[in-house]
């Protein structure tokens, strides 16, 4: 494919065009991910923030580099979120706002937001990262053209617009898998000592943040591969490359051999086979799931039909494409496809990759009518095609962003505010700190322990180990999980209930969880529903209910 812009590489003005439009695709880029970046604080609505955050502040707590965690195994974002934590508790404390880090401790139990948006401010920074390597690996693919419009679809995403919000580790394992695919189209074009060691260290990085994240092995071991078929005598080099990545694993994550029965309890953890609400339905049915849901639900339908075709073509006609790009995209949708659950987030890794197939294919698109029309309209014809891709993407991501803006659960505290006394206590199933700020009784469902009083277990500053254990391995923390014995701590005046209707919708998989809801809202009356509206707000379907005094059950 010819690059339209030779120019730019040239001395003069010119070739400062391709830089000011990355730099105006990341700032559109920053923008869009600023917007709404604080959503819900104080209150925590995604369930996965609290473990990454908690893990990682129990790390500087008790002063060790032993995470205690591995479901990820999350180990590198673990570490970053404890600099995160150590740098927000050094600033204030400087700054007089904290006094000594008792202080700042307190203080985080008080209102997380202190450490929990630095941390999503550092998620946006790596999802920043994923769109210059998405420029980057385009780039290298096949010129600057096809490098900015990836990095500017992958900037307006939706999917990755919400993941670069939320604390998790999906989009630093992304940059770590975009750094391996780089390094593989090293490899393919120089084959050099240095590029194998990199992507061995990128490799073994990714999978030491997310296991799935090793899939990305894909690319060098292809390149290695198709440059030994070739005549090239690199054996000693591919297993150098392998070597490097199980090395880095276990430098970068050093308590997966040291701890490795807490390993083994994890991994056992997150191989669950059904979920309240992503309970998968075999391959072919998840196949489907993915590409009518997150992924034509984020570049649009004509956008990954676009991508689809874009990427066949690229393989059909360069085997950089062939051996980099669409093993890796093949190989992640089949795993995907082959698991239990069926998740939005893990399409996240790729995002950047479909991302380039779809720059592929406006790019082949562009050339055809490059010759077929006026010079002028031919000009005009790939932005105006980028527009008409954009747009829509454009309108859902800013769909989606309201949706996250004025939330269920946050209405349904409002509610409360308006219209229940202070003094009353109430029963939630997710994190409402906002709720202990008017003096009210709050109580939080925590497996084993039954119905916790909320402001005691945060003034005690409750640690993540504490939490994990009383959990008992149950896939979510709720009511549903609550230990059948001590359900007659779940005892309140008003209930807010958030995840009735997903136990619902599979009442045979989860009837011993649906028991334990209708004991405590036996007699209950609902006083306020909240559904989600498309473009206007998100979250689950959340119950207000009064529930019935003992005496009258």
């Not at 204030?92 to 008080?110: D, I, N, S």
């Not at 999906?170 to 060691?197: H, N, P, T, W």
């Not at 649009?300 to 360069?318: E, N, P, S, T, V």
């Not at 334990?516 to 998100?538: I, K, Q």
């Amino acid at each position: 494919m010819t690059d339209p812009f030779p120019q730019l590489r040239k001395a003069g003005p010119a070739r400062w065009i391709a830089p000011a439009l990355l730099l105006a695709i990341l700032a559109l880029a920053a923008a869009l991910r600023l917007h709404g970046i604080a959503f819900g604080l104080p209150a925590l609505n995604d369930p996965d923030e609290p473990l990454f955050m908690m893990t990682a502040f129990d790390m500087l707590r008790n002063r060790t580099l032993n995470p205690g965690w591995f479901g990820h195994p999350g180990t590198i974002t673990l570490y970053c979120l404890a600099l995160v934590c150590l740098a927000v508790g050094m600033l204030g404390m400087l700054t007089g706002r904290f006094a000594g880090a008792e202080g700042f401790a307190e203080a985080v139990y008080a209102d997380p937001g202190i450490v929990f948006l630095p941390a999503r401010l550092f998620v946006m920074a790596c999802a920043l990262v994923c769109i210059v390597l998405t420029y980057r690996i385009g780039k290298r693919l096949g010129g600057e053209r096809i490098g900015l419009i990836a990095a500017a679809m992958l900037a307006i995403n939706a999917v990755h617009i919400e993941y670069s919000q939320i604390i998790r580790t999906d989009m630093q394992a992304s940059v770590f898998m975009l750094l391996g695919a780089l390094s593989a189209l090293a490899i393919l074009r120089d084959g050099r000592e240095r590029d194998y060691v990199l992507a061995g260290l990128w490799v073994g990085l990714a999978a030491a943040t997310k296991w799935p994240a090793a899939l990305i092995a894909i690319a060098p071991l292809c390149t290695g591969f198709a440059r030994l078929r070739a005549g090239q005598r690199e054996w000693d080099l591919v297993i150098l490359f392998a070597i490097a990545a199980v090395a880095t694993l276990f430098l970068a994550s050093p308590y997966l051999l040291l701890d490795y029965p807490a390993v083994l309890r994890d991994l056992a953890g997150e191989a669950r086979t059904i979920h309240p609400g992503a309970t998968g339905g075999g391959f072919l049915s998840n196949l489907a799931w993915y590409i009518t849901g997150p992924l034509a639900g984020s570049f649009g339908m004509a956008g990954l039909a676009l991508a689809g075709a874009g990427l066949a073509c690229a393989a059909w006609r360069d085997r950089r494409w062939a051996l980099v790009v669409l093993p890796v995209i093949l190989l992640l949708l089949a795993v995907l496809c082959a698991q239990h659950l069926v998740w939005v987030r893990w399409v996240v890794p790729l995002l950047p990759f479909l991302a380039l197939a779809l720059a592929y294919a406006l790019c082949a698109l562009h050339d055809r009518l490059r010759a077929r029309l006026p010079a002028k309209a031919a000009w005009a014809a790939l932005p105006l095609m980028c527009a008409l891709l954009a747009v829509p993407m454009l309108q859902t991501g800013q769909s989606r962003a309201a949706e996250r803006a004025h939330d269920t659960r946050q209405a349904a505290t409002f509610w409360i505010r308006q219209h229940v006394p202070a003094g009353h206590s109430v029963l939630v199933e997710e994190a409402a700190i906002d709720l202990l700020r008017d003096g009210r009784r709050v109580i939080f469902p925590l497996g084993a322990a039954g119905c916790i009083d909320a402001r005691e277990a945060l003034g005690g500053q409750i640690e993540y180990g504490e939490v994990e254990n009383k959990r008992a391995a149950s896939p979510t923390v709720d009511l549903g999980h609550v230990a059948l014995e001590r359900i007659a701590s779940c005892r309140a005046d008003y209930a807010i209930v958030t995840h009735y209707d997903r136990y619902r919708a599979a009442p045979i998989a989860f009837a011993e969880a649906l028991q334990r809801y209708r004991v405590v809202l036996e007699g209950a009356a609902l006083e306020a529903y909240f559904a989600p509206r498309a473009g206007e707000s998100g979250g689950p379907v959340t119950y207000v209910y009064r529930l019935a005094p003992r005496s009258a059950r």
